[in-house]
């Protein structure tokens, strides 16, 4: 049975995420241990991870930062053995370079890009971008296999993930003008919305993450 590091360090929405995991697993006949640990040892044996994360940048970085031995151990898991990686909402834009939410906070710099406000064209779509909305430009990433055009996701934020390079963006968003709602290079993938909170599609994606052979 694989094991799934679902990553606590102070700033995500664990209870519902490990629920999701777990009824995603279940519901799709998938072998998953979901173990939410803090713990590195822990997570730099584990077969997947997910980082989650909710609040600003700044904060989930110095949170993550803070559990000491903890971001070497992620760090080993998926950048040294290659391990399946999920970031959620924060959990995503830590991926980043850097963000820019109350000045500049260095990112894992995994995926080259930064974190920056929103600021939508049309003056009715309101900051922060809270609610359901539909998937644009999906480009067939095995995380997205079967979710349609327009596909609805559950959103809550104000920052977004702009990467450096277009080929990191498998999914956009359009709320006042579009930007990256999902990105993913190599063994790495993050979604800007919340999975746990997106019904039947959000459950469906968390399942294919854990059958996801990157």
């Excluded at 998953?32 to 997910?50: F, S």
């Excluded at 900051?127 to 055009?149: E, K, Q, R, S, Y």
Aim: aromatic share 8%; glycine share 12%; charged share 20%.
């Amino acid at each position: 049975m694989q094991s799934v590091a679902l990553i606590d360090y102070g700033s995500g929405n664990l209870r519902s995420a490990e629920k999701a995991l777990l009824k995603a697993a279940h519901d799709h006949g998938v072998r998953a241990e979901i173990v939410v640990t803090g713990d590195p040892d822990v997570v730099a044996r584990a077969d997947r991870v997910v980082l989650p994360g909710v609040g600003a940048f700044a904060h989930c970085y110095a949170a993550l930062h803070a559990r000491p031995g903890l971001m070497e151990a992620v760090g080993e898991a998926v950048r040294g053995r290659g391990v399946p990686f999920l970031g959620i909402c924060v959990g995503m834009q830590l991926m980043a370079s850097r963000g820019l939410e109350f000045g500049a906070t260095p990112g894992l710099d995994w995926i080259a890009g930064e974190v920056r406000l929103i600021e939508p064209a049309d003056p009715a779509c309101k900051v922060p971008h809270m609610g359901w909305n539909g998937l644009t430009g999906l480009c067939g990433h095995p995380l997205l296999a079967g979710v349609a055009d327009g596909e609805p996701m559950y959103f809550t934020h104000s920052f977004a993930f702009f990467p450096e390079a277009a080929a990191d963006v498998i999914a956009e968003v359009d709320h006042g003008g579009r930007f990256p709602a999902a990105v993913a290079r190599g063994n790495m993938a993050g979604v800007q919305f919340h999975p746990e909170k997106s019904q039947a599609a959000g459950l469906s994606l968390l399942a294919r993450f854990l059958e996801w052979r990157p």
